[in-house]
């Protein structure tokens, strides 16, 4: 079995989006399985970059080569169009400069893939009918500890894109590690993006 | 695990003489000269476990262990060094070195000048990083190492590493920089100088000669140490363990040592100047000021990093302020550019430029981690 193989089930995805042999920044790396999967099977080079000191251990015992590092402050140490492809996994619902980010991918990179929880998720809006925020597997944060601070559904995402001039190249919506095309809005948990300009 | 069974043990330094003149960048040329250095673990079959650890402004070649069962200091690096510990002497060959132009065995100015039977004092040539590595790359040629697992060194040590990696390429699997920067700003300069001004201005200096008078400018040293030693710590570092504590409780309207950390600087530069040579730190401080690998591309540090092949792991420092994380991310920078595979992490840390020589735990994992992956690489 292939690395890529027995990686959860969205990282799968995102791997499969990516052609062998090609360049990979990924930011909130998180333990850098990704990238460390995408090496073994793919032979791509890349950087994980990740805020917590702790992560760049993990992705550095794996072999990974990680960068600590605030998304927040930008991409400013990578040059112009050096990736293929940028992803960025559940993590730009928890970004401050959701827009920037969104900007620097693209100038660094071909290619951006973005994943986020969708808040439309029919359980999402059900939670919310019975006066709660949502929690659930791809929100697991109560409101008052939860590092999110910028919820979107799959038209809001499209819109932001449209905004900033950038074409959405393909879209997959998941539940529960399954794909889901019908009421993508409602039924998906979890959305993909792979986005490029223009 | 007790301490003792995490030691490499008691050791003893070891001298390699070099008769084949050595040019230097300065123009200037050594007919000869000898390295002092010391070997810990074992040089697996094939060569390929060897490990060059390159030493700071005031270090040596005593990097782990201890010379005898009563000594209280073990090697400087001892924390780091051992059987078990993140540079693991059970599956690396480990190699200290004390630097041409040191006071601790290798030739330098306090050693005889071969020609004149006097020590070299004022001759003795200035040194840059390049000669340092291009000495170091001669010792390993006499151990039989061709290429280096990992070469490492924090501040000083790590402008050594990053200009192996550029010198010999071929020879530098993987380039450990920390706490360093690939040159010195204005301000870490004119520190340097304020240090060396302390040395040159003492009246026991005798322009660099001072041996054969029987003289030390020992109040120069101790100065230039004082000043250091405040630079390598930071200000949250220092409070926290001296604060303003006074030795007897009282303002004694006076100039005798009356702050704790007067009383400090005041030991820690009496200390030094027992120990150290006055040439060798004019000279160590001299290299770290004239190191800039980026001089000779226009500037531009990714031309000059083009040529390594290494695979490289920096760390920094939050509260290193004389080589502090900016600096380092300029390194990064510049590697990312150049298309080098390179890892590199931030750690928090109260202890200053001197961090690189405690234990931080993120920064003990981080050196593990990495060191793992150099071991499984070949098969230590």
């Not at chain 2, 050693?111 to 390993?140: C, E, H, K, Y």
Request: charged share 20%; hydrophobic share 40%.
């Amino acid at each position: 079995m292939s690395a890529i193989d027995i990686l959860r089930p969205d990282l799968r995805l995102i791997a499969d989006w990516i052609a062998p042999n090609s360049r990979v920044l990924d930011l909130g790396c998180g333990d850098g399985q990704l990238l460390a999967a995408l090496q073994q099977d793919k032979q791509v080079q890349g950087y994980g970059v990740d805020f917590d000191v702790a992560n760049v251990v993990r992705c550095v015992a794996s072999g990974v080569n990680a960068l600590q590092g605030d998304l927040e402050s930008g991409l400013c140490q990578f040059g112009e169009q050096r990736f293929d492809h940028v992803v960025l996994s559940q993590t730009i619902q928890a970004m401050r400069h959701t827009e920037a980010i969104l900007n620097e991918m693209l100038r660094v990179g071909r290619e951006a893939i973005v994943t986020f929880p969708n808040f439309g998720y029919w359980q999402n809006r059900l939670q919310i009918l019975h006066g709660h925020m949502p929690v659930s597997d791809t929100m697991p944060y109560q409101w008052y500890d939860t590092p999110n601070i910028h919820w979107c559904m799959l038209g809001d995402f499209e819109e932001l894109c449209a905004k900033n001039r950038i074409r959405v190249l393909e879209r997959v919506v998941m539940d529960k590690g399954k794909r889901v095309s019908l009421l993508p809005n409602l039924r998906g948990s979890l959305a993909f993006y792979r986005v490029a300009r223009g | 695990m007790t301490d003792a069974n995490c030691s490499v043990g008691i050791v003893a330094a070891q001298d390699a003489v070099f008769d084949t003149p050595l040019p230097l960048a300065s123009g200037a040329a050594l007919p000869g000269y000898q390295l002092r250095f010391e070997t810990y673990g074992q040089l697996n079959a094939d060569k390929s476990n060897a490990i060059l650890i390159c030493h700071a402004l005031s270090g040596h070649h005593h990097v782990a262990g201890r010379y005898h069962a009563d000594d209280k200091t073990a090697g400087w690096w001892d924390n780091m060094i051992g059987p078990g510990k993140p540079i693991d002497t059970s599956r690396f060959f480990v190699v200290g070195v004390n630097n041409l132009g040191g006071c601790h065995g290798s030739s330098g100015p306090s050693s005889i000048n071969p020609a004149t039977g006097q020590p070299w004092g004022s001759t003795f040539p200035v040194m840059t990083v390049s000669d340092w590595v291009t000495t170091q790359a001669r010792l390993a040629d006499r151990l039989g190492i061709a290429r280096w697992a990992a070469v490492i060194g924090g501040s000083l040590g790590g402008m050594q590493a990053l200009h192996w990696s550029i010198a010999y390429p071929e020879r530098v699997a993987h380039a450990l920089v920390i706490a360093s920067a690939p040159k010195l700003s204005a301000q870490n300069i004119a520190f340097n100088d304020v240090a060396r001004q302390a040395i040159l201005t003492d009246p026991e200096f005798h322009g660099g000669d001072f041996y054969q008078q029987n003289a030390i400018p020992r109040r120069g040293l101790r100065l230039a140490r004082m000043l250091g030693h405040i630079t390598y710590l930071s200000d949250d570092g220092m409070g926290e363990k001296f604060g303003r504590m006074l030795r007897s409780g009282e303002y004694q309207f006076g100039y005798d040592v009356e702050f704790e950390i007067e009383s400090y600087l005041r030991y820690q530069g009496d200390k030094f100047s027992d120990y150290f040579d006055a040439n060798t730190y004019l000279l160590m401080t001299k290299a770290l000021d004239y190191f800039d690998p980026a001089k000779d591309h226009g500037g531009d540090l990714a031309a000059a990093l083009k040529p390594a092949q290494a695979q490289f792991l920096l760390a920094s420092f939050t509260s290193d302020w004389r080589f502090s994380p900016e600096r380092s991310r300029e390194t990064v920078q510049a590697l990312i550019a150049a298309g080098k595979r390179v890892s590199y992490a931030e750690i928090e840390s109260a202890h200053g430029h001197d961090a690189f020589l405690m234990t931080d735990q993120p920064y003990v994992d981080l050196m593990r981690a990495y060191l793992n992956r150099v071991a499984e690489e070949v098969n230590a």
